[in-house]
């Protein structure tokens, strides 16, 4: 099974300051890693699939790098809504999800 | 786009309950089916998926023996069997579709389920 670590667990920032999270794997995923955003009570909200692409909606201030054992998910400029927790995902080799990066609003 | 799961509960330790998930807004039989659950305050687990004929599915190892996953295409529907349930299976159970950039694009409310005796 191929292990996704996120760091940081917590992140504490203000609104406008820029956010950067990472998730490394066990082993290479390739650029088969997806980013999703999950707030209290809802459903996750998928952001970037394939390490770098935008799902269709989401603004031009999230972005997402990286491939073989590292990735990074960028916020740009945080606005308020977007203090919530992130995973990251891989379907490379069977399916697994990071423990999830819970930003903050400091 | 609606995914909507139901069927959860509260169950003792080594019942089962059968899960559902009813699609609409979409054309069911394009699309590949996820069950994925959250334990109370933790992270998302990948339990099972189906393709989009139910002739391909895979189980995550912490489910593989006890949880049956199916599709039925006429009724727009998703199930999951669960049996020989345990605590650390209470959890929201959500059912997701696999998009097409393959990742899950649309997921469901959630359906809880509390193993307890």
């Known amino acids: 099974e191929i292990v996704l670590t996120q760091s940081p667990a917590t992140l504490s920032l203000s609104p406008g300051e820029r956010a950067t999270l990472s998730c490394r794997a066990s082993?290479?995923?390739?650029?088969?890693l997806a980013w999703y955003q999950q707030k209290p009570g809802q459903a996750p909200r998928l952001l970037i699939y394939?390490?770098?692409f935008r799902a269709t909606g989401i603004p031009a201030r999230f972005s997402g790098s990286g491939s073989g054992t590292h990735f990074t998910l960028t916020i740009s400029s945080l606005e308020p809504e977007d203090f919530a927790v992130y995973y990251c995902h891989q379907r490379s080799n069977r399916e697994t999800f990071g423990q999830g990066t819970r930003l903050e609003m400091k | 786009v609606q995914l909507v799961e139901s069927g959860g509960g509260l169950v003792k330790p080594g019942g089962s309950l059968r899960l559902s998930c009813d699609a609409s807004?979409?054309?069911?039989?394009?699309?590949?089916l996820s069950w994925i659950r959250q334990a109370p305050g933790k992270g998302l687990e990948w339990l099972s998926s189906?393709?989009?004929?139910?002739?391909?599915?895979d189980y995550a190892d912490s489910v593989r023996g006890r949880f049956s996953i199916s599709r039925d295409n006429a009724k727009k529907s998703l199930h999951l069997q669960m049996n020989s349930l345990r605590a650390d299976d209470t959890a929201l159970y959500y059912c997701?579709?696999?998009?097409?950039?393959?990742?899950?694009?649309?997921w469901g409310h959630g359906t809880l389920v509390t193993v307890s005796s």
């Open positions: 394939d390490a770098s």
């Open positions: 189906i393709s989009k004929s139910g002739t391909t599915i």
């Open positions: 082993q290479s995923v390739s650029s088969y």
């Open positions: 807004g979409f054309i069911f039989t394009d699309y590949s």
């Open positions: 997701a579709r696999l998009g097409p950039p393959d990742y899950y694009d649309y």
